[in-house]
């Protein structure tokens, strides 16, 4: 066969021009025959776009801008978190009291009125990063703190226990919590056979179990979410003296939890629920804000407080026993720029510690020291993942660490190595004042077994049920009776109720008896004496900042008298949305920030009735309305207002709701004074036998 011959230059017909050229119509400036290349690719240079006979298309893959653009974007993505991947964060400034100088030498800490800036990633553990933020789960609280001496990260929970005392049961543990490997379902939920299958065998995770399965598990706002370090860490004065803490974020707002029918709803309603509240919160200026605490236990050779073993994850210090002392405060003020540059490669480490802070024999703390390190070299690329402006320390370093995958720092010198005497000023000794490990005896022979102290896996669980109000005990039942419900085994089903009968026979036969199931017989402790501070409901007020009221208005509602409220509203940090059949203005006058479509209960605290909006007709107000009342919200209105409470069933005299003449200064702090009880908890046991018929 003849090979093929190429036409010469010259055998081409001028007027034509050649596949790599492009043109545009002469009105865009551009003369027939001009090469360009575009943000499109390349083009032909016919005006119609068409070829002769003999003549081949553009050779896309010459094109290097589309090749480059393609290439870049088929690798946007990196690994996800194989934990905590749905998470959401924000930057803060932590002030010290400088009350911690007899406790620790670390200056963020120890200098009163220091300031640090912070970055915080809060998150849930099971979903994977397009799941709901509503699910009921344990929920990450991550902080760094960009110290003068280096990057401190402490990286806890809103549960101040966990599931597992070995970090090598952590694989278990995740496999068994999360989707089921053969179709990858169900999503971000506990709710399942491998997970009771595995914490009905594996009892140590019994306390924690209780802790996912109370309210705290369904946090309404990460402004209302505790936070806790878990682990017993050691802190070191300047003298040399050490102690043992606790770590806790206690919100300034209170601790307050969505009703669980209000998570569902959330979740198909609003999947972006808690960062949309933690972003749109903090553009208002209405901060999210903590303090800092810690439990102070001293430094025995046992390890231990009170008989509690401080190196067991699986347990708590009451604080009746041990009172939390507030030693700084968080503010959450700015928003991240870029998602994925900030929230997304920030990198958590264990071992980010200043001097003052060290860590304990916490077996589980050990392995995390391992992990936390490990997992972000294959999700980040390699070791330089703390070059990366979020993970990049605020203090000078030199740590002579070289080369690598995505290395950004052009090293000088010839001599990365210590002690050396070629690398001049720029290579200078380490500063003998840097993180130096305390001196501490170690004695004992190394087995892989746990201590006596680890063997009790109940007396902490009753201690938290028997610490919470009959409303959480009963949100509590509710919970376990759905969520063993939602295994198919009964085996698995009868197995957890044996375990939750040796914690408490009231709770167990009441889960066995929504699911259908004889109660089992066991021994829970003889006596627990309870910790008050566990409960979440308590007779306390709490700030208001950051609460929303929906007002139900429309055509000839009183507008004057939402201007009022919203103005009373807004001075104690709350924002007031306006609700009304369809979008725009009101009236010429009053913006609708909602529609009867578009608002459900659960994104408001309280839900208000204008007056001239008593005669509305619509079954998705009734819905909204009957909504907020179920779930305890403060209900209220004005005028004519009270007409649509009733058309939707609510009893004005009911617990929590609110009916007055105007919309005055009084009826404004009648309202305030409702939102800072979260909740209407005396209506609860109007709505009791809604919740029995639920199989409670």
């Given at each position: 066969m003849p090979e093929p011959t190429l036409p010469s230059p010259a055998s081409l017909d001028p007027a034509e021009s050649t596949p790599l050229q492009a043109s545009l119509a002469p009105e865009r400036g551009l003369q027939t025959g001009e090469a360009l290349t575009t943000a499109q690719g390349l083009?032909?240079?016919?005006?119609?776009?068409?070829?002769?006979?003999?003549?081949?298309?553009?050779?896309?893959?010459?094109?290097?801008?589309?090749?480059?653009?393609?290439t870049h974007f088929d690798h946007e993505r990196i690994p996800e978190r194989v934990v905590h991947a749905r998470g959401s964060g924000a930057y803060g400034v932590f002030t010290a009291y400088g009350n911690a100088a007899s406790i620790t030498k670390a200056g963020f800490l120890a200098e009163k009125n220091k300031q640090t800036e912070v970055f915080v990633r809060f998150s849930t553990v099971l979903g994977s990063r397009g799941s709901a933020d509503t699910v009921r789960d344990t929920r990450g609280f991550a902080t760094k703190f960009y110290t003068d001496e280096g990057n401190f990260d402490l990286v806890g929970n809103n549960m101040p226990v966990f599931f597992i005392q070995d970090g090598i049961k952590f694989p278990d543990l995740i496999h068994a919590a999360k989707w089921h490997p053969d179709r990858e379902i169900p999503q971000a939920q506990t709710a399942h056979d491998t997970f009771w299958d595995f914490v009905s065998l594996h009892t140590e995770a019994t306390h924690h179990v209780f802790w996912a399965m109370s309210d705290r598990a369904i946090p309404r706002s990460y402004r209302t979410m505790e936070g806790f370090g878990v682990h017993?860490?050691?802190?070191?004065?300047?003298?040399?003296?050490?102690?043992?803490?606790?770590?806790?974020?206690?919100?300034?707002?209170?601790?307050?939890?969505l009703a669980w029918e209000e998570a569902q709803i959330a979740a198909g309603v609003d999947p972006d629920f808690h960062r949309r509240d933690l972003t749109d919160s903090i553009d208002a200026g209405l901060f999210f804000e903590y303090e800092l605490g810690v439990q102070v236990m001293p430094d025995t050779g046992d390890e231990t407080f009170q008989g509690i073993d401080l190196l067991d994850p699986t347990k708590i210090v009451p604080e009746e026993l041990a009172p939390v002392q507030p030693i700084g405060k968080l503010v959450l003020n700015r928003n991240t720029d870029n998602f994925h540059a900030e929230t997304e490669q920030i990198a958590f480490h264990m071992g980010n510690l200043v001097p003052g802070i060290e860590v304990t024999n916490d077996p589980l703390l050990q392995a995390r020291l391992f992990s936390y390190l490990d997992t972000q070299l294959s999700r980040l690329g390699g070791p330089n993942f703390t070059q990366l402006p979020i993970n990049r320390s605020h203090a000078p370093v030199n740590d002579n660490l070289r080369d690598g995958m995505h290395q950004s720092v052009v090293h000088r010198g010839i001599a990365p190595y210590l002690p050396n005497s070629l690398g001049g000023p720029e290579a200078p000794e380490a500063d003998p004042a840097g993180y130096v490990h305390l001196p501490k005896p170690v004695q004992g022979v190394k087995i892989r077994e746990n201590p006596a102290s680890f063997a009790d896996h109940y007396s902490q669980a009753a201690l938290f049920y028997h610490s919470l109000t009959p409303i959480e005990q009963e949100h509590m039942v509710e919970a376990f009776t759905f969520e063993l419900g939602k295994c198919y085994e009964t085996p698995i089903r009868e197995r957890m109720l044996t375990v939750l009968a040796k914690v408490d026979a009231g709770l167990t036969a009441k889960v066995a008896a929504g699911l259908g199931l004889p109660a089992p017989q066991g021994e829970p402790p003889a006596e627990v004496t309870p910790s008050p501070a566990l409960a979440q409901i308590t007779d306390k007020l709490w700030p208001v900042a950051g609460r929303i009221v929906g007002v139900i208005a429309g055509p000839g509602a009183d507008l004057s008298g939402i201007d009022t409220l919203r103005k009373a509203l807004k001075a104690q940090g709350v924002v007031l949305r306006v609700i009304a059949p369809i979008g725009g203005i009101l009236d010429g006058k009053e913006i609708v920030e909602r529609t009867f479509q578009t608002a459900r209960?659960?994104?408001?605290?309280?839900?208000?009735?204008?007056?001239?909006?008593?005669?509305?007709v619509d079954l998705q107000v009734t819905v909204l309305l009957q909504e907020a009342f179920r779930h305890a919200k403060a209900i209220g209105s004005w005028g004519d207002g009270e007409q649509l409470l009733r058309t939707a069933g609510i009893d004005p005299a009911a617990p929590g709701v609110l009916t007055n003449g105007d919309a005055s200064k009084a009826f404004a702090e009648q309202l305030t004074a409702a939102l800072a009880k979260h909740r209407a908890w005396e209506r609860m046991p109007l709505l009791k036998p809604a919740a029995s018929s639920q199989g409670s």
């Amino acid at each position: 066969m003849p090979e093929p011959t190429l036409p010469s230059p010259a055998s081409l017909d001028p007027a034509e021009s050649t596949p790599l050229q492009a043109s545009l119509a002469p009105e865009r400036g551009l003369q027939t025959g001009e090469a360009l290349t575009t943000a499109q690719g390349l083009r032909l240079s016919d005006t119609d776009h068409s070829l002769k006979a003999g003549t081949r298309g553009p050779a896309l893959m010459e094109d290097f801008h589309l090749r480059e653009k393609i290439t870049h974007f088929d690798h946007e993505r990196i690994p996800e978190r194989v934990v905590h991947a749905r998470g959401s964060g924000a930057y803060g400034v932590f002030t010290a009291y400088g009350n911690a100088a007899s406790i620790t030498k670390a200056g963020f800490l120890a200098e009163k009125n220091k300031q640090t800036e912070v970055f915080v990633r809060f998150s849930t553990v099971l979903g994977s990063r397009g799941s709901a933020d509503t699910v009921r789960d344990t929920r990450g609280f991550a902080t760094k703190f960009y110290t003068d001496e280096g990057n401190f990260d402490l990286v806890g929970n809103n549960m101040p226990v966990f599931f597992i005392q070995d970090g090598i049961k952590f694989p278990d543990l995740i496999h068994a919590a999360k989707w089921h490997p053969d179709r990858e379902i169900p999503q971000a939920q506990t709710a399942h056979d491998t997970f009771w299958d595995f914490v009905s065998l594996h009892t140590e995770a019994t306390h924690h179990v209780f802790w996912a399965m109370s309210d705290r598990a369904i946090p309404r706002s990460y402004r209302t979410m505790e936070g806790f370090g878990v682990h017993t860490f050691r802190l070191v004065n300047a003298a040399g003296e050490t102690a043992l803490v606790k770590f806790h974020w206690k919100p300034v707002a209170g601790v307050h939890s969505l009703a669980w029918e209000e998570a569902q709803i959330a979740a198909g309603v609003d999947p972006d629920f808690h960062r949309r509240d933690l972003t749109d919160s903090i553009d208002a200026g209405l901060f999210f804000e903590y303090e800092l605490g810690v439990q102070v236990m001293p430094d025995t050779g046992d390890e231990t407080f009170q008989g509690i073993d401080l190196l067991d994850p699986t347990k708590i210090v009451p604080e009746e026993l041990a009172p939390v002392q507030p030693i700084g405060k968080l503010v959450l003020n700015r928003n991240t720029d870029n998602f994925h540059a900030e929230t997304e490669q920030i990198a958590f480490h264990m071992g980010n510690l200043v001097p003052g802070i060290e860590v304990t024999n916490d077996p589980l703390l050990q392995a995390r020291l391992f992990s936390y390190l490990d997992t972000q070299l294959s999700r980040l690329g390699g070791p330089n993942f703390t070059q990366l402006p979020i993970n990049r320390s605020h203090a000078p370093v030199n740590d002579n660490l070289r080369d690598g995958m995505h290395q950004s720092v052009v090293h000088r010198g010839i001599a990365p190595y210590l002690p050396n005497s070629l690398g001049g000023p720029e290579a200078p000794e380490a500063d003998p004042a840097g993180y130096v490990h305390l001196p501490k005896p170690v004695q004992g022979v190394k087995i892989r077994e746990n201590p006596a102290s680890f063997a009790d896996h109940y007396s902490q669980a009753a201690l938290f049920y028997h610490s919470l109000t009959p409303i959480e005990q009963e949100h509590m039942v509710e919970a376990f009776t759905f969520e063993l419900g939602k295994c198919y085994e009964t085996p698995i089903r009868e197995r957890m109720l044996t375990v939750l009968a040796k914690v408490d026979a009231g709770l167990t036969a009441k889960v066995a008896a929504g699911l259908g199931l004889p109660a089992p017989q066991g021994e829970p402790p003889a006596e627990v004496t309870p910790s008050p501070a566990l409960a979440q409901i308590t007779d306390k007020l709490w700030p208001v900042a950051g609460r929303i009221v929906g007002v139900i208005a429309g055509p000839g509602a009183d507008l004057s008298g939402i201007d009022t409220l919203r103005k009373a509203l807004k001075a104690q940090g709350v924002v007031l949305r306006v609700i009304a059949p369809i979008g725009g203005i009101l009236d010429g006058k009053e913006i609708v920030e909602r529609t009867f479509q578009t608002a459900r209960s659960v994104e408001f605290d309280a839900v208000l009735v204008a007056d001239g909006a008593g005669k509305l007709v619509d079954l998705q107000v009734t819905v909204l309305l009957q909504e907020a009342f179920r779930h305890a919200k403060a209900i209220g209105s004005w005028g004519d207002g009270e007409q649509l409470l009733r058309t939707a069933g609510i009893d004005p005299a009911a617990p929590g709701v609110l009916t007055n003449g105007d919309a005055s200064k009084a009826f404004a702090e009648q309202l305030t004074a409702a939102l800072a009880k979260h909740r209407a908890w005396e209506r609860m046991p109007l709505l009791k036998p809604a919740a029995s018929s639920q199989g409670s």
